[in-house]
């Protein structure tokens, strides 16, 4: 069994991780798209809107507008989500956490 003052350490190192990593996260912009780019809208990594596109194409029918505009959001929220993950694995390897090891954050 570790020393506590060990685990201590690590439970500092992962809370310090996390706070740089929300940080990170809130101004990283994620870009989702929807009909080949006709219809672009970027989300920071917290969920925030940052900006919408949309090509006067899709403009004609509301119906498919809206449809393509859920399309964009849910991509970007994806990419967002898969960053997010993938900087969880860095950290937790940095840090000599196994790999498959759930952070309750």
């Not at 809370?15 to 219809?39: D, Y």
């Amino acid at each position: 069994m570790r020393n506590i003052g060990e685990l201590m350490a690590k439970a500092h190192q992962v809370q310090s991780q996390m706070t740089i990593l929300q940080s990170k996260m809130a101004e990283q912009e994620f870009e989702g798209n929807a009909a080949g780019g006709a219809v672009t809208v970027v989300l920071t990594g917290k969920g925030n809107a940052v900006r919408v596109h949309v090509d006067k194409s899709v403009v004609d029918d509301v119906d498919t507008l809206q449809d393509l505009l859920v399309v964009a959001i849910n991509d970007s929220r994806e990419k967002s989500e898969n960053y997010l993950n993938s900087e969880m694995q860095k950290m937790q390897a940095s840090l000599g956490l196994p790999p498959n090891f759930k952070l309750p954050f």
